[in-house]
Each structure stands twice: as C-alpha cells, then as structure tokens.
C-alpha cells in the first residue's frame, strides 16, 4: 500500500488539504468541502493508499507556491500533478489547465474545447471532482451568464481567488 503524505495550509480564501505521492501533488483541496469524503476514497483507492500526516519536499513547495500565487508574485504553478479519475474527468482537468491566468471561460467554452459541446453537465460534474484546486484552475470556470457558480471552497473563496487574480 502507498502512503499519500498530507499536510494543511492556511490562505486567506480557506484552509486547504495538500497530499503529495511519488514526487508529485496529488492533492490540493478545501477542507471545509461539501463532498471531503468522496474525494478522499476516490484517491485513496485510486492510488491504492493511505494518508499520513507527514510533510514532504513537494507539499513543502505546494505552500510556498499557494503562499506566492495569493501574494501576488506567482501566476503560474510548477509542480508535477497526479490526477486520481476517470478519462472525461483527466482530460476536462487538462483543459482547465489551458485557461489563462486572470481569464474565466463557461462551463459551454470548456465543453466545446474538448470537442463535445453537448456534455456540459458532465463536463460541469468533471470540474467539481476537481482534487486538484488552485494547481488546476476550476475557479475560473463560470456560468455562461458571466456569473459565479458552485466551488468546492464556496463562491467566496472563488470570489477572493478571481479578485487575487485580477489584481
């Protein structure tokens, strides 16, 4: 069985669980999330491991970056990402990769990147199983109205990490 080391990092949009295996983030994610368990079996059995709370070198550097990024100093994240979900799930958080830092696209614009403008919803659903938040933009997808929609750390950690962005 594989050890997922986790460890928690306070920023001024909420408190976040960082888990880290085999040299890479495989977990950056709201504590206070609504569906905390489900992700957490997901990547547990995914990665056929446990948690230990134990810092590692790559959730060491996960905080300095999250710690940056709110600073204002760091646009962009570097670290090697481990992704625990099915195909439509790795490639719709693929695709949020490629939204540009302090740009929003719709749920609709993500769909019909990926070729199937018809799978909103699924893409919708893809995006909240994201485990991977902040490292893999889910807050800038928004509603195609241009208003904010659900976010697993709430809209107004959204709110403050879109403000964050667009300083």
Not at 21 to 27: E, G, I, P, R
Not at 36 to 49: E, G, S
Request: with cysteine; charged share 15%.
């Amino acid at each position: 069985m594989n050890t997922i080391a986790i460890t928690y990092h306070n920023t001024p949009a909420g408190n976040l669980i960082l888990g880290s295996l085999n040299n890479s983030l495989c977990l950056c994610d709201w504590v206070e999330r609504k569906n905390r368990d489900q992700i957490d079996r997901r990547l547990k059995k995914y990665f056929n491991a446990e948690y230990q709370e134990i810092s590692s070198d790559v959730t060491t550097k996960a905080k300095q970056q999250i710690d940056e990024f709110f600073a204002g100093s760091r646009t962009t994240f570097n670290l090697p990402l481990s992704f625990a979900g099915t195909d439509l799930q790795q490639k719709t958080w693929q695709a949020l990769t490629t939204i540009p830092y302090g740009q929003t696209a719709s749920y609709l614009q993500l769909a019909t990147s990926l070729g199937t403008p018809k799978a909103v919803r699924a893409i919708a659903n893809a995006n909240g199983a994201n485990a991977l938040s902040l490292f893999v933009p889910c807050h800038r997808v928004i509603g195609s109205n241009g208003k904010l929609t659900g976010y697993a750390g709430g809209l107004t950690a959204k709110q403050i990490i879109l403000n964050t962005e667009q300083k």
